[in-house]
């Protein structure tokens, strides 16, 4: 695999509900606000070349278009985009990434579908069987990783290390925190707590040299104890999800609650601006980007549903990443620790 | 087994991190509120004393005291409280449960504790091999039956079936929920989703006369879309603790705001009741106790950490069980669809 420019980003122009809609003025933006980036935008040329010309002060002479013939429906499977995927927008973004000729992938598109690609074109880091989805989940000062998102189902303590390691190198290049603090996900914290994968990567993760905090329980994923919370893919998915779910019922109730009289809605007119400022560092849409963990190269999965804004965001994690040579300080890592667990 | 007077309720005075400071008076409040009533504080019999002579408007005709020894500790595991918890407020109050002389028993002790000497004492239901225990996770309108929270880390097929069944007679009993729904919690909603146990367990559930809606998502459990939601205990326990801890912290933002400025300040104070009004259903506290299903009688958790107004909630769930007999219809539940599935 040659070196690719890591500025250069190939964009799946069709991942996510809303197609070029979204994925080109978001590209547009995300290079304005960076401008060191650059984008191959990866889809049907004339409409992506239409959403273009809807979009002011493109910077053009950093924007490409490669044309793609298909497009993957949201729905499709590992299977399905193995089999039928082959001149889809999804699957020549992430060959690009293979050749070399970009330096990350994003891609809105189905979740089984980009991995399945992503391993197939861009190829698992040595030593791992599967990658592992990551998300940033956000805190008023902070943002906690998570991963495996569903990936995994069935991990073995292996896998949760390997998590571990990942997570942690990732949190420290992206956001800049110096060693950061890495939880396994547990029922309890003591030692004895948990079924036997957890217990059996707890005692290896105190042997690596990571700052490995030990078990924490779900509500630390919000309490900023850690910066890294780690595990299997099932429950990870569900606690994302859910956690989504409540987050949304609490702001409409709240919402509702400011509009119920009008001594409320005039209140809400005074507190507005304080309660808008409290609550846009949360909002899920301003850490979009999940990273697809033990790649080779990188390969970000924007959310189905994001708005322009949310695949913005998407676009300049995955640039981030990619700079700072997030799979090769994991490959790394994982040698480093490989020899200190065999020595 | 005798059968117990149901409105009889032997409370563990000393269960929770507060103690009988917390424990007597919610037994007092409890009984004022449903006046059917009757309550056994089990514990040391000076400390109980000394609470209810501080509780104004007491029933104490309808108030007995059971002098216990000891107290298990908050942290003692399951072979601790079963080594050495012969003579603890827990083991006495369960003991009362299984000897007919209460109808339900409530203890905010430990949760592992609780479980082995529940096995041990009041016994389990036939064809069940451990019990599962449920919370109540609080919706604006409605809430939702969520089960296992931790008592079975890993689960078969078998066993999230069960958990279905006890889910769905429990909120049909206690909510008055006619043919509540019941979903099954994965990681997407299409039938090859998931791991062996929950795609295995949803085919089952399928055949069986419950109203099963198929597979949910995390953000089901808040959407109003399933009285019931069933998961493994690892799972449910990190969802459960992770939803505590993000309603925590966007309560506190939210409170910060309302408080960051002189005008959010009156905001806060002109929509002060309609927001407390929309937040006062969501308040775990107002549905406290937890039901462990599978046991031959009534023996429900409070939380550790429980107030007197929280513990008043489970003291009153307890009740509500214990009157309707939800363990002889989980019974009967499972021996008819037992005849089902065998037929």
């Known amino acids: ?106 891609s809105g598109g189905g979740t089984g579908a980009l991995m399945a690609l992503g391993v197939k074109q861009v190829g698992l880091l040595p030593g791992l ?15 906690t990783a998570m991963l495996d998102l569903g990936a995994n189902l069935h991990v073995s303590a292996r896998q949760l290390v390997q998590f571990a390691v990942m997570g942690a190198v990732t949190a420290e290049t992206a956001d800049r925190v110096e060693n950061p603090r890495v939880g396994l996900l547990n029922v309890g914290h ?31 994923i919000y309490s900023g104890n850690v910066d890294v919370a780690v595990c299997d893919g099932f429950s990870g998915n569900l606690i994302l999800k859910a956690s989504e779910g409540l ?24 507190a507005g601006p304080a309660i808008r400022r409290a609550l846009a560092p949360l909002d899920p849409a301003e850490h ?24 913005t965001r998407a676009i300049l994690e995955a640039g981030r990443e990619a700079r700072r040579g997030v799979p090769d300080r994991i490959e790394a890592s994982m040698q480093a620790f490989q020899l200190e667990t065999e020595a």
């Open 190 to 220: 003591e030692d004895g707590k948990g079924h036997e994968a957890v217990r059996e990567a707890h005692a290896a993760l105190k042997e690596l040299r990571l700052n490995y905090v030990g078990f924490v329980e779900g509500h630390d």
């Open 129 to 143: 069987q599967r990658p592992a989805l990551m998300a940033w989940v956000p805190l008023p000062h902070c943002r």
């Open 1 to 106: 695999m040659t070196a690719a420019d890591p500025a250069m980003l190939a964009i799946d122009a069709h991942g996510g509900d809303h197609g070029v809609v979204v994925t080109v003025p978001a590209a547009v933006a995300a290079l304005r606000t960076d401008t060191r980036l650059q984008a191959v935008l990866v889809g049907r040329e004339p409409e992506i070349r239409q959403a273009l010309a809807s979009c002011r002060q493109a910077p053009s002479d950093r924007i490409q278009i490669r044309h793609a013939e298909d497009i993957l429906p949201m729905d499709a499977g590992p299977a399905t985009a193995l089999r039928r995927g082959r001149k889809s927008s999804m699957w020549l973004a992430l060959q690009m990434v293979a050749d070399g000729s970009a330096g990350a992938c994003v």
């Open 247 to 270: 987050a949304r019922m609490l702001v409409n109730e709240f919402r509702n609650a400011l509009s119920s009289s009008l001594a409320s809605r005039l209140g809400a007119l005074l």
């Open 288 to 311: 979009n980007g999940a990273p697809l963990l033990g790649l080779k190269r990188v390969v970000v999965k924007s959310h189905g549903g994001a708005d322009c804004r949310a695949m």
